[in-house]
């Protein structure tokens, strides 16, 4: 081999296969440029060596565990998002109990009614039912008015009599 | 570290237990400095470094998988995160030179020179490309495997020695050159 091909395998000798070392091996005994070239070439690499085994020690050790736990913890909530969170929360409960209110109305069992009490909620179908029919007519109600013929028990008990 | 002990800090970690986190970031801490400091050839920077490759490993921790050591995945990020804050602070160009000369005229006479060596030589090799500084640190400084540079740096091993080639061959000249106007500025 020629010196310009045996100059890169000297840069890498470290790393070279042992066909490719015994190369260059052959060649430098051979020629003093490209000796000298390895020459300075170890010696850098020498330099380079001794750094290893330098400790660059981390100064303030805990400060820097403390500075790292830091950064990876979630950020505190704002006074803001908190108050976000309760609304969301109460608004939620709200549309639980409405459901739970409406799921009893709508699957009460028949046999269930129970007299109601003034006052009282009325919570399932066949209670406000029975409450209709133990209740007198009013002499002021006029199914014809929209307004009451949706809201006046005796048109509504009216209604669902004509259904029948 | 065992590496049982560090499989179940890293499941742990993994799982958002932030106590079994800094175990491992104690036990790992110096190390990670040390090669950040190799990387930039500044203590600061160095630091930062470190800090911001802790943070990137508790974010990235689920994507870990054993196959490689936690050291060699450390290496990794470690090293892309070198050079993204060389990249953003403008330190890697060529008035760090002037930097290292201050440096030594600063410190001659003291009796650290080793340590004051591995400090030239880091901050001369800022100024190589991304490429050849990741071979010619982990290689050359670090001392590791060509098979273990190819797994961290993702080169491969015609790569490597083409890098390695470029890398040797500029550090040298770097170097000489360095010392060179060094004795030019002391005389």
Redesign the interface.
Same mark, same amino acid.
């Given at each position: 081999m020629n010196c310009e091909k045996i100059r890169?395998l000297i840069?890498?000798y470290d790393?070279l296969g042992e066909s490719e070392r015994d190369s260059v091996d052959r060649h430098v005994q051979s020629c003093t440029a490209c000796k000298a070239v390895m020459q /300075?070439?170890h010696a850098?690499?020498s330099?380079?060596?001794?750094?290893? /085994?330098? /400790?660059? /020690?981390?100064?303030h050790?805990a400060q820097?565990?403390g500075?790292?736990?830091a950064?990876?913890?979630p950020a505190p909530r704002s006074g803001f998002s908190f108050w976000f969170a309760i609304r969301w929360s109460a608004t939620v409960a709200s549309m639980v109990l409405i459901g739970l209110l409406a799921f009893e109305w709508m699957d009460a069992p028949a046999a269930q009614i129970h007299t109601p009490v003034a006052g009282g909620i009325v919570l399932s179908r066949t209670t406000f039912a029975a409450s209709l029919q133990q209740r007198t007519p009013h002499t002021m109600t006029d199914c014809a008015d929209p307004l009451q013929r949706r809201l006046d028990p005796v048109c509504i008990r009216q209604h669902f009599h004509n259904l029948k | 570290m065992p590496p049982d002990r560090e499989s179940e800090l890293i499941r742990r970690a993994v799982a958002g237990d932030?106590r079994a986190?800094?175990e491992l970031?104690?036990t790992h801490?110096?190390f990670a400095?040390?090669v950040a400091?190799r990387f930039t050839g500044h203590?600061d920077d160095?630091?930062d470094v470190?800090?911001e490759a802790?943070?990137k490993l508790?974010?990235n921790l689920n994507r870990y998988r054993d196959t490689v050591k936690l050291s060699t995945w450390l290496y990794t990020i470690i090293m892309n995160q070198a050079f993204d804050h060389l990249k953003s602070s403008h330190r890697r160009a060529s008035n760090r030179m002037e930097e290292v000369q201050d440096k030594t005229i600063l410190s001659d006479g003291v009796e650290h020179e080793?340590?004051e060596?591995?400090e030239t030589?880091s901050r001369l090799s800022t100024t190589l490309t991304p490429k050849q500084q990741s071979v010619f640190v982990l290689?050359?400084?670090?001392?590791l495997e060509?098979d273990e540079v190819s797994v961290i740096t993702g080169q491969d091993a015609t790569q490597?020695?083409s890098n390695?080639?470029y890398a040797?061959?500029a550090?040298?000249e770097k170097?000489e050159r360095h010392y060179q106007e060094a004795k030019t500025i002391r005389t």
């Open positions: 890169p840069e890498l790393i /300075s070439a850098f690499r330099q380079v060596i001794s750094t290893r /085994s330098v /400790s660059v /020690s981390l100064p050790a820097f565990t500075d790292v736990m950064s990876i913890q | 932030t986190f800094r970031v104690e801490q110096q400095y040390a400091f203590r160095a630091k470190a800090q802790f943070v508790w974010k080793r340590l060596l591995l030589i290689r050359d400084m670090e001392g060509p490597i020695k390695l080639y040797r061959q550090m040298r170097l």
